[in-house]
């Protein structure tokens, strides 16, 4: 059974930072990607970064690129989201998400339809 779980949200005053932390486990595949999704009230779904297991790419969303960084711990089956210089429009549920593959068909995207797996979320709240 595959598990995610997000911890680390919170509360935090407009240019201070946050971490998130995913724990993943239950993948099968050799290779897996792992995004974090956010959702805002009242707007949709978007997509904030994803990495790849294999080889640590990344990819990030422009509203979050040059602020925010995702990486993983393998020997913790952890992926984290360091969130700098937090803007008010960054308040959100945040969500961690999986998707497994062959390695060498990982595609590194945040495209929701691709993954399969989600936590629960976890609320970030930034004031100004």
């Known amino acids: 059974e595959v598990q995610i779980v997000e911890s680390g949200g919170g509360l935090a005053q407009a240019g201070r930072s946050l971490r998130l932390s995913c724990v993943v486990s239950?993948?099968?595949?050799?290779?897996?990607?792992i995004g974090w999704f956010r959702q805002a009230p009242g707007k949709e779904r978007e997509g904030v970064s994803c990495i790849r297991r294999s080889d640590g790419e990344t990819t990030y969303s422009d509203s979050v690129k040059g602020r925010f960084t995702t990486s993983f711990d393998n020997a913790k089956s952890t992926v984290y989201l360091q969130m700098n210089n937090l803007k008010p429009e960054d308040t959100a549920v945040y969500y961690c998400?999986?998707?497994?593959?062959?390695?060498?068909?990982?595609?590194?995207?945040?495209?929701?339809?691709?993954?399969?797996?989600w936590g629960q979320g976890t609320q970030v709240t930034v004031s100004s």
């Open positions: 239950g993948l099968i595949f050799d290779d897996y990607a």
């Open positions: 998400a999986a998707y497994e593959a062959f390695s060498g068909t990982v595609v590194v995207a945040t495209t929701e339809w691709r993954f399969d797996y």
